[in-house]
């Protein structure tokens, strides 16, 4: 796949070598179409620190024009784009138009409750439509939102495909992750985790749990916090002197841990550990930790791609 990186925001950006990037976080990521093409975005977070609350986000439309939105329920704000996406005569070329987010009175019904009680949040600041003509698989990056004051953005990746039958049957799962930073050899510690659409129960019951519409986490540790029972970060890798204790084991699209006499068994929608076959679970269990925002009473969920990154925060 070709990963030429093309600016829709008002600068050109540069090749991902910096530092910076490579402390990025993916946030979560998903995909949209039908028979003439296929949209995919991967979404981050750079550079990953200071971390934000839950944000949930997603597509509506397929064919014709997409309204891809990001939302936070506890802020009741969204924002996002639109784009409309062009077959065009050359093979495997199409034309994509970014444009601000539209949504009509039953798309906004998506974001939960009253539509005007909902807040948008500025649109990018495209000077207007924005229009690029791309090949399958080459690879943009859009600035979503950025804070003024500590430079930090979330960004879309995103691409175009041909239509295939894997992903018209089960779009959830067509392939197209993007990896921030400057290559380096693999090691054992980055080994990830991810869980689509996550379910826990605890003891069987299903667990006091927020909205986990369009909720993707990613990373060498993955966490859940359950109210009156604290923060759980998962990893692969054992770090006992961090904590972690083997607890359970991940299979396939399920994972088993116990914590004292409870039993936890969360479902996702895809595999979650890399590779086949059943694996170790470590856990590190922080019963006295809470959000550092509102929300506390419902659970909440996040990801890291280095441990030191949530220890002792």
Request: charged fraction near 20%; aromatic fraction near 10%.
């Amino acid at each position: 796949m070709s990963r030429r990186k093309i600016a829709i925001g008002v600068a050109m950006l540069t090749l991902l070598s910096s530092p910076v990037f490579a402390q990025s976080k993916r946030l979560l990521g998903g995909s949209a179409g039908g028979s003439k093409y296929h949209f995919f975005y991967d979404t981050f977070l750079e550079p990953s620190i200071p971390e934000i609350g839950n944000l949930g986000g997603g597509t509506i439309g397929g064919e014709g024009t997409i309204h891809r939105l990001m939302w936070d329920r506890r802020q009741r704000v969204y924002f996002g784009y639109d784009v409309a996406i062009e077959p065009l005569a050359e093979p495997n070329t199409y034309r994509m138009t970014f444009g601000e987010l539209t949504l009509s009175s039953d798309d906004a019904h998506v974001l939960g409750g009253d539509p005007s009680s909902w807040t948008p949040l500025p649109a990018p600041d495209w000077g207007g439509p924005a229009v690029r003509t791309v090949r399958a698989g080459e690879v943009l990056a859009l600035d979503l939102l950025t804070n003024n004051s500590t430079g930090q953005k979330i960004v879309d990746y995103v691409t175009v495909q041909g239509p295939s039958a894997k992903s018209q049957a089960d779009p959830w799962h067509a392939d197209f992750i993007y990896e921030t930073g400057a290559p380096r050899d693999f090691r054992a510690d980055d080994a990830a985790l991810e869980i689509r659409l996550p379910e826990i129960r605890v003891n069987g019951d299903l667990g006091t749990t927020a909205a986990t519409t369009g909720i993707v986490l990613y990373g060498t540790a993955v966490w859940f916090y359950l109210p009156a029972r604290g923060r759980f970060i998962l990893s692969l890798t054992p770090h006992p002197d961090l904590g972690f204790r083997s607890a359970g084991e991940i299979r396939g699209s399920a994972l088993t841990f116990t914590e004292g006499n409870d039993t936890f068994n969360l479902i996702s929608s895809g595999r979650i550990a890399p590779g086949s076959g059943p694996f170790n679970l470590y856990v590190l269990h922080d019963p006295a930790w809470k959000p550092p925002a509102a929300g506390a009473d419902s659970a909440q969920w996040g990801s890291a791609d280095r441990l030191d990154q949530l220890i002792g925060k």
